[in-house]
């Protein structure tokens, strides 16, 4: 099953993940604020758990990816940073060599582009780039946004390679 239209209900990464691994809006589990609860042990209301234990219910490996096929030349960050805690194991493995053909399964890969700090190849000409139209035309948010388009790119790359893995595993 693939999601071709899939959007966000929060404009960074961490509270992101709450409201997928949740499947409820971070300001209604309280996981609103980017990394707010890193310290504090604050954990979800009673009841609620992430899509990896229902999916485990159902009979799927979940997997966070960390570890991949060397020659791929990608490597996941295994992101957990949710916002809160949760006292039981979420992923059932973090290495694509766990995932088979004909099991079901749910892999989650993290990755860093489009995170600061930009260290993509340099793609984007900040001269003839398009500025989202809220920003000042300025030469160090031209600088500032091609380098976002380098990553964005980079990012569009490696999914595909990851997808294209998938593919030759015999997985997608």
């Given at each position: ?39 504090d042990g604050y954990k979800v209301p009673a009841g609620v758990r992430p899509i990896t234990d229902w ?36 992923f059932d493995s973090d290495k694509w060599t766990d995932l088979k053909a004909k099991q079901p399964f ?64 015999g997985l997608a």
């Amino acid at each position: 099953m693939r999601f071709n239209r899939m959007f966000t209900t929060a404009p960074v990464c961490s509270a992101s993940r709450s409201a997928f691994m949740t499947g409820m809006y971070q300001t209604t589990i309280g996981a609103h604020n980017h990394r707010s609860h890193r310290d504090d042990g604050y954990k979800v209301p009673a009841g609620v758990r992430p899509i990896t234990d229902w999916l485990r219910d159902a009979g799927y490996l979940t997997a966070n990816i960390r570890v991949f096929p060397t020659a791929l030349g990608v490597r996941g960050s295994g992101k957990t940073d949710w916002n809160f805690t949760y006292p039981a194991q979420p992923f059932d493995s973090d290495k694509w060599t766990d995932l088979k053909a004909k099991q079901p399964f749910m892999a989650q890969v993290n990755f860093q582009e489009t995170h600061r700090a930009f260290k993509s190849p340099k793609r984007a000409d900040p001269a003839k780039i398009a500025l989202p139209p809220i920003y000042p035309d300025h030469p160090v948010t031209r600088e500032d946004w091609a380098a976002y388009l380098d990553d964005a790119s980079e990012l569009d790359r490696k999914i595909g390679l990851v997808l294209r893995q998938l593919e030759e595993d015999g997985l997608a």
